[in-house]
């Protein structure tokens, strides 16, 4: 069987950050950010992160697969939450992984996510790659303006691949164009035309070169040309050098998106192979302390991938968002006065977060095996007044199953990072309902019977202890590609 990409994904937040509203904020202290101002970055809601993006963007992958055959799962971000917890594992558990899953954190370089995709690739197994990246930056700086947040996925094994590697090369060297060290929130940046001399033109072109020459490709036949770099026309300078003609290039998703750092390589991926016809060949370059290139053929597999929203559909469902305030509340830039409501005490009994994983992490809920009623959370007696019947509940799941708004608030005096906290009753299309916050909707679009999906969220921030408690929320329905 030929081995490659089975399936691929996306996700990117639903609201955008006009970046004219960080140039008029700003522009009187650095005027410069007025010629940057053009388009628009998306972000977080503050109940977001590497981890959430990473779960929505494997289950955009994964739709209507069988998750049974994954073997392995490669996560790869440099912002993770936790400096010592698998993140990896919590994303398994969101997706009702196997537990025997070989689960790892890939980090600490801008092209984390190609050198899983190389790992993934090299494997035996069904390998899930996912990538995600959430990156902070100072206000008022360059990173602010070019940088979105995002997530990627790719599912690699044997099967029907819709895109195979004819070739692949690497380059290692200790080329520091930007640090963030565990004593620095944010990251140091370096000269960019030596970053672009020193670093992009010296270690990408020899690398393509050869990833080209195992693959006896030649520089003309690439189709897709996928490199991140937020420095101008540096994507060009490389594909030049490397003979690789201008028209090959992609686009970048600045426009619309912003440079989701280590996510973004697979993010071009993913949106190049949304388009791609049988006989395309795209190289994926990854840079960051050296270079990944990595040469993929489409195959006629590609007309029949399962249509899921992907980097388009993600990028159609959003909201422009235009408080700039906001962006710095949500990224913890500005320091609210949040009144007294929100000072109680948000500590996670880790006993009780592991005894409930199922319905915590995995949303699985209850099917009674004597009249089939879904319920949810699942109980020791079934909740259809016909049947009450003890010990029937068959564990199901329900984080995939689309529903409707039955009943709803948008309460302002429970304090929320988000006012008005907005929640309610879910009823679930084959069953069952369940009690729930609500997110990605404003106040007053609520209404009885707006079709909603479940999302894997933040529900709390431990701020005293640093912990970041997950849950499932109920997000309105985005549309299909």
């Not at 686009?251 to 791609?276: Q, R, W």
């Not at 199922?358 to 949810?376: H, N, P």
Request: aromatic content about 8%; overall charge neutral.
């Amino acid at each position: 069987m030929t081995k490659g990409i089975l399936a691929f994904g996306a996700y990117i937040p639903w609201r955008r950050l006009p970046r004219k509203a960080i140039a008029e904020t700003h522009g009187w202290f650095n005027p410069a950010l007025k010629g940057q101002a053009k388009g628009e970055r998306a972000f977080c809601n503050w109940d977001e992160d590497p981890v959430t993006m990473a779960v929505e963007a494997a289950r955009d992958a994964l739709a209507g697969r069988d998750r049974g055959t994954i073997g392995a799962l490669r996560f790869a971000s440099t912002t993770f939450p936790f400096l010592d917890r698998l993140h990896s594992g919590i994303v398994a558990g969101a997706l009702s992984l196997p537990e025997d899953i070989s689960a790892i954190d890939v980090t600490a370089t801008q092209r984390a996510g190609t050198s899983a995709l190389i790992e993934a690739l090299s494997s035996g197994s069904e390998t899930l790659v996912v990538a995600s990246e959430k990156r902070g930056a100072k206000a008022a700086s360059p990173v602010e303006m070019t940088s979105g947040d995002g997530a990627a996925a790719v599912l690699v094994g044997e099967g029907k691949p819709v895109a195979t590697l004819l070739a692949k090369a690497s380059r290692t060297a200790d080329f520091v164009d930007h640090f963030r060290s565990l004593d620095n929130q944010f990251d140091y940046q370096w000269e960019e035309r030596w970053i672009r001399d020193a670093g992009y033109m010296t270690a990408v072109p020899p690398v393509i070169k050869r990833c080209l020459e195992a693959a006896k490709v030649a520089p003309k036949d690439v189709t897709h040309f996928c490199m991140p770099a937020t420095l101008a026309r540096v994507a060009n300078s490389v594909a030049k050098a490397a003979g690789i003609d201008d028209k090959a290039i992609c686009d970048p998703l600045h426009a619309n998106c912003g440079d989701t750092g280590a996510a973004h390589t697979l993010m071009l991926l993913v949106a190049t192979l949304e388009k791609s016809k049988p006989g395309d060949k795209i190289l994926l370059v990854g840079f960051g302390q050296g270079a990944d290139a990595l040469l993929f053929e489409v195959t006629s597999e590609i007309a029949r991938r399962a249509k899921n929203l992907g980097v388009a559909g993600h990028l159609a469902h959003r909201k422009e968002e235009p408080s700039y305030g906001r962006f710095l509340a949500f990224n913890d830039l500005i320091e609210l006065e949040r009144g007294m409501r929100s000072e109680t005490d948000k500590a996670t009994a880790l006993s009780s977060l592991w005894r409930n994983r199922e319905t915590v992490t995995s949303f699985i809920g209850g099917k009674c095996s004597k009249c089939g009623t879904l319920q949810m959370p699942r109980t020791d007696i079934c909740v259809n007044p016909n049947c009450n019947a003890l010990h029937t509940q068959e564990p199901y799941p329900f984080a995939d199953m689309a529903g409707r708004i039955k009943s709803y608030t948008a309460d302002r005096l429970t304090y929320s990072p988000d006012p008005p906290s907005c929640y309610g009753m879910i009823e679930f299309e084959e069953g069952g309902r369940v009690m729930i916050d609500f997110t990605d909707i404003d106040g007053d679009a609520l209404k009885v019977g707006q079709p909603m999906q479940m999302m894997f969220r933040i529900k709390d921030i431990d701020t005293a202890r640093g912990f970041r408690r997950y849950y499932w929320k109920a997000a309105p329905k985005a549309g299909k590609a």
